[in-house]
């Protein structure tokens, strides 16, 4: 049951309450709604903190899905990293189908734009790991489309 719990965990961000867990000293304590909410947030599951030390309680439904939200506590946020990390991954999403545009274009429509870009970026004459001689590095030097 706990690996349904922690894959269910997944699909749930640290800005909902779903999953959030309570450090409390009993089951008791947390049962009665004595226990306070925490600073930083605690989550069971994915956005579990691998720092955060002691005995913590939620509630799960008996049935699917099984993350409940905890109405009395706030939810927790984005960690400095987890936003870089997005945004370097956004940057490179972008990135990346940028050049596969830019492939297509040069490949169907004749266009040398790679070309292009890598003699203005002094990358014509480069040659990495030996790939010189590759089908993909003859497109991206070549001035017409390739015929396939």
Known sequence: MAYVLY???????PSSTHFLARQCPSWKH???RSCPCG??????????DPRAHGVF???TSRTAP??????DCSAGAFSLVQIIGLMML??????LLLLVGLVLIQQYFGLPILARVRARLYMEDLV???LGKSPSTHILNSD?????
């Open 90 to 95: 956004s940057i490179l999403l972008v990135l």
């Open 144 to 148: 017409k489309a390739v015929d396939t």
């Open 128 to 130: 990495w790991h030996g």
């Open 39 to 48: 600073h930083p947030v605690q989550y069971m599951g994915f956005n579990a």
């Open 30 to 32: 947390y049962n009665n």
């Open 7 to 13: 894959i269910e965990s997944i699909k749930y961000m």
């Open 66 to 71: 099984y993350g409940l939200l905890d109405s």
């Open 57 to 59: 309680y939620l509630n």
